[in-house]
């Protein structure tokens, strides 16, 4: 049934209702019926009609209207995606692509300044490459079904993982969805994701372990251990770390807190909803 069938129905049930009332009262409880209880009885009749059918009808109309400013939502958003990830590929991806051929005329200098500096910006320029397409991969990447929740996102983010760098990840999650906002739920899986490619891209780990828990105090702590390669928080600015750079400005805007650390053999980066619960 669509919004419009609906609209007829409610303009046509209470007319109807008090025209087959009527002709019953008239043909065949007139004798029984006095005209002053029939006129107390067609209003109520009226109202009975409207609670066991018009409430649902009312019901449906605004499930309808809900489901079509989802849709609204779902391709302005859409657009928007599609406008940055425009954006990104006409001008930022364009100008790393430059700074690319700048960097390779450098090394073509064939000078001692450039043969000691190509390696270091090479890798950083390409890093940044990198970075840049997968961001309008992503962008371009159609949502998964509004039925899927942002855990189980989350879940294939950790299986795409694994299929595509072959790393077993060990995931721990009890976060509540209801605790985090939108927005929250958006910059809390872009963090996951830059952990697990800062892993793959710099740590050389056999096992990587994602946990998400719950705290005393209503907060949650995510934590993302490897055991790679280590490094602390001192590392971060190193100019290939870029990507978890990025992530701890995402925490700072947020009110989060955020700590990169080697412990028992393990480098840790850990994500708070509070910097006091670091």
């Avoid at 009885?41 to 449906?60: D, E, G, I, W």
């Avoid at 990169?260 to 619960?277: F, K, N, P, W």
Wanted: without cysteine; glycine residues 6%; negative net charge.
């Amino acid at each position: 049934m669509n919004y419009k069938h609906i609209k007829i129905l409610i303009l046509v049930i209470p007319t109807l209702t008090i025209a087959i009332w009527e002709f019953v009262r008239h043909e065949y409880l007139l004798p029984y019926i006095s005209m002053e209880l029939g006129n107390w009885l067609a209003p109520l009749l009226v109202f009975l009609v409207s609670v066991t059918l018009l409430l649902k009808l009312f019901q449906r109309m605004e499930q309808l209207q809900a489901q079509l400013r989802e849709e609204q939502s779902a391709k302005a958003a859409l657009q928007e995606r599609e406008a940055v990830a425009r954006e990104l590929h006409d001008g930022m991806a364009q100008s790393l692509f430059l700074l690319g051929v700048k960097v390779d005329k450098l090394k073509a200098a064939e000078t001692e300044a450039a043969a000691a500096s190509y390696p270091g910006l090479h890798q950083v320029t390409q890093e940044l490459n990198d970075y840049v397409r997968q961001a309008i991969s992503s962008l371009r990447k159609e949502p998964e079904h509004e039925m899927s929740s942002w855990q189980d996102s989350l879940q294939r983010l950790i299986v795409q993982f694994e299929e595509e760098h072959g790393i077993p990840v060990i995931m721990e999650w009890s976060i509540p969805e209801a605790s985090l906002s939108a927005k929250e739920k958006v910059e809390l899986y872009s963090s996951v994701r830059e952990g697990l490619q800062n892993i793959r891209k710099h740590a050389e780990a056999s096992e990587v372990y994602v946990q998400g828990l719950s705290t005393l105090d209503g907060g949650w702590r995510v934590a993302i251990q490897d055991n790679g390669h280590g490094m602390d928080a001192q590392q971060l600015e190193d100019p290939r770390r870029f990507g978890l750079r990025i992530v701890r400005e995402r925490a700072r805007q947020l009110g989060w807190g955020m700590n990169l650390a080697r412990r028992e053999g393990r480098t840790v980066l850990s994500i708070t909803s509070s910097r006091e619960d670091l």
